[in-house]
């Protein structure tokens, strides 16, 4: 688990492992399979690091195939295809941008030309923006915000749906400022709490045709985008806040991901949100 308190520390967006002090946790070492996932395929938008990259590390520990998407951290990037080739599973990146409609399309048609089909979609790629003061948010940052967060949420689903058979799973990522919004991140916890309706919308459309959909909110999780979009005083004492006093590791967040994934664990879950937020009471 990561330090108490962080120190502070900044970084260029959309951020990289390499830099952060301390590393996170992302590679799931100490998770051993139980082939809950064994020979399925599955698509990750925002693979490369962080939750995204200890997931796919996770579904290849489970027996799964794995194709994610990423921006442009390409150090990042083929160090997740690694730690996923050394579990004897298909690892592969595709480069490029889910606020873009046309790579959506171009990722999901990678993942199934490479696989033959998706078993389980992620989508987990996202961005964020603080800003102190309401009247900062610009119409720019809240397009981009949304484009990123809800739009290609929308366009890789529904370019996906036709590939993915009964019993398939759709996980989408949400955020505990989604539940309860952020003074700071007020387009973003919009954009979380949007994506999160969506899911249960979603569940609702397609439990005819036996596709499961549900949520994971975390709270506070030391990433690369942490640093390079809050800054030094953002990540000073970073997840101070949550309960249990300590931001969290992706490692400790990737097997709610499973969980979703894998029919034999959640066969009877559909429309619902895990929130691993580190103690955080939400009232209903």
Same mark, same amino acid.
């Given at each position: 688990m990561?330090?108490?308190?962080?120190?502070?520390?900044s970084? +260029?967006? +959309?951020g990289?492992?390499?830099?952060?002090d301390?590393?996170?946790?992302?590679e799931?070492r100490?998770?051993e399979g139980r082939?809950?996932?064994?020979?399925?395929?599955a698509?990750v938008?925002g693979?490369?690091?962080?939750?995204? #990259?200890?997931v796919?590390?996770a579904?290849?520990?489970?027996?799964a195939?794995?194709v994610?998407?990423y921006?442009?951290? !390409?150090?990042? =990037?083929q160090h997740t295809?690694?730690?996923?080739q050394?579990?004897?599973?298909k690892?592969?990146?595709v480069?490029g941008?889910v606020?873009?409609?046309?790579?959506?399309?171009q990722l999901v #048609?990678?993942?199934?030309?490479?696989?033959?089909?998706i078993?389980?979609l992620?989508?987990?790629?996202g961005?964020?923006?603080?800003v102190?003061?309401?009247?900062e948010?610009?119409? $720019?940052?809240?397009?981009r915000?949304?484009?990123?967060?809800?739009?290609?949420?929308?366009w890789?689903v #529904?370019e996906?749906?036709e590939?993915?058979? !009964?019993?398939g799973?759709?996980?989408i @990522?949400?955020s505990?400022?989604?539940?309860r919004?952020?003074?700071?991140l007020?387009?973003?916890?919009?954009?979380?709490?949007?994506?999160?309706?969506?899911?249960?919308?979603?569940a609702q459309?397609l439990?005819g045709?036996?596709i499961?959909?549900?949520?994971?909110a975390p709270?506070?999780?030391?990433t690369?985008?942490?640093?390079? @979009?809050?800054g030094e005083?953002? @990540?000073?004492?970073f997840?101070?806040?949550?309960?249990?006093g300590?931001?969290?590791?992706?490692d400790?967040?990737a097997?709610?991901?499973?969980f979703? =994934?894998?029919?034999?664990?959640?066969?009877?879950?559909?429309? $619902? @949100?895990?929130? +691993?937020?580190g103690?955080?009471?939400?009232s209903s």
């Amino acid at each position: 688990m990561p330090e108490t308190p962080l120190p502070a520390q900044s970084q +260029p967006y +959309p951020g990289r492992t390499e830099p952060m002090d301390p590393q996170p946790k992302d590679e799931m070492r100490d998770y051993e399979g139980r082939g809950l996932l064994q020979g399925k395929r599955a698509l990750v938008t925002g693979g490369d690091s962080g939750i995204g #990259r200890a997931v796919c590390v996770a579904f290849a520990k489970e027996g799964a195939d794995v194709v994610f998407g990423y921006l442009d951290e !390409e150090d990042d =990037a083929q160090h997740t295809v690694k730690l996923v080739q050394e579990q004897g599973r298909k690892a592969v990146g595709v480069r490029g941008d889910v606020a873009d409609e046309a790579f959506c399309s171009q990722l999901v #048609r990678r993942a199934v030309d490479e696989l033959g089909g998706i078993d389980v979609l992620v989508e987990h790629a996202g961005t964020q923006k603080p800003v102190n003061d309401f009247t900062e948010l610009s119409t $720019e940052q809240l397009r981009r915000t949304f484009d990123v967060n809800v739009m290609g949420v929308f366009w890789t689903v #529904r370019e996906a749906l036709e590939h993915i058979p !009964e019993g398939g799973s759709i996980i989408i @990522t949400g955020s505990v400022n989604g539940l309860r919004g952020n003074k700071s991140l007020i387009d973003y916890a919009a954009s979380k709490a949007a994506v999160m309706n969506l899911s249960s919308s979603l569940a609702q459309t397609l439990m005819g045709r036996g596709i499961r959909v549900n949520c994971v909110a975390p709270g506070p999780v030391w990433t690369p985008l942490i640093p390079a @979009t809050l800054g030094e005083k953002g @990540t000073e004492g970073f997840g101070g806040q949550a309960p249990m006093g300590r931001a969290a590791d992706p490692d400790e967040i990737a097997p709610s991901y499973v969980f979703f =994934a894998s029919g034999r664990m959640s066969s009877y879950y559909s429309g $619902e @949100t895990l929130a +691993p937020i580190g103690g955080e009471i939400q009232s209903s």
